[in-house]
């Protein structure tokens, strides 16, 4: 890794956060989300600066902790070298909006973004889905478009609600988390979740929703802070394997 420590902030909290950000996007490049350059990820800066965003031109897959931007609310790049994405009003307007979250994703998982763009209701069909049962997972469809302006993210926002992921119909999803290793499981179970919704809807059988209570008691038995450490480390021991192979 290369001296950025001059670069960005001398503030080692930030750097290693931002070491497991750029792990994050590539395990989400792993687990489906890789769409060329597009998609990226933030972190709201703890010194309340703004937030640190994946620069532009560069895939998932590809993303180290040099590879982001700090950047104002207002879109003004503060430290950094690289092209800031268009779609930063998108990450700027939820963090404005959500006092909960550390952590947002954006990217189009095929899957994910072929169920966005039909009209059924996302749902807690399996384990998958269980992690957005509580605010379920809304539609944006105001437009199919990039959401590059302040007004676009702030609908984006409202629509989103206090929901842990929404899918912009035509277009993907964005999702979000508290920490770094929530707003990675989100991606990565959103994108599991509607795969299987997809090949449910298809099969031609008829199917069914678990018991509500069912699927709240599932919330708190599963994903217990010890099994998210778990699964992160699952995933990131599995990002190993596939880069010393060279496969990712
Ligand atoms: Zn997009």
């Avoid at 010194?47 to 590879?67: F, I, S, T």
């Avoid at 944006?140 to 206090?162: R, V, Y």
């Avoid at 993907?172 to 707003?183: A, M, P």
Wanted: hydrophobic share 35%.
């Amino acid at each position: 890794m290369q001296d950025f420590d001059s670069l960005y902030s001398n503030d080692q909290s930030v750097l290693s956060t931002l070491h497991q950000l750029a792990r994050a996007h590539r395990i989400l490049e792993m687990e489906g989300h890789g769409d060329m350059s597009l998609g990226h990820m933030s972190y709201r800066d703890p010194e309340g600066r703004g937030m640190w965003l994946k620069r532009g031109n560069l895939g998932l897959d590809e993303v180290q902790a040099e590879d982001f931007l700090l950047v104002d609310f207002e879109g003004n790049v503060l430290e950094g070298k690289g092209i800031l994405h268009l779609e930063w009003p998108l990450h700027s307007e939820l963090y404005l909006a959500r006092p909960d979250v550390n952590f947002i994703g954006h990217s189009h998982p095929f899957y994910t973004t072929a169920f966005a763009t039909t009209t059924a209701e996302f749902g807690p069909y399996t384990n998958e889905g269980v992690w957005f049962a509580k605010d379920g997972v809304p539609r944006f469809d105001l437009t199919s478009n990039i959401i590059t302006s302040i007004e676009l993210g702030k609908e984006h926002a409202t629509a989103m609600g206090s929901s842990l992921a929404i899918l912009l119909s035509n277009h993907g999803c964005s999702f979000v988390g508290e920490t770094v290793q929530d707003v990675t499981l989100a991606g990565v179970f959103l994108e599991r979740a509607c795969k299987f919704h997809l090949t449910l809807a298809t099969s031609g059988y008829d199917y069914r929703l678990p018991p509500q209570e069912e699927t709240d008691f599932k919330l708190e038995e599963i994903y217990r802070p010890k099994a998210r450490n778990n699964f992160w480390n699952y995933y990131n021991r599995r990002l190993d394997r596939l880069e010393k192979s060279g496969r990712l």
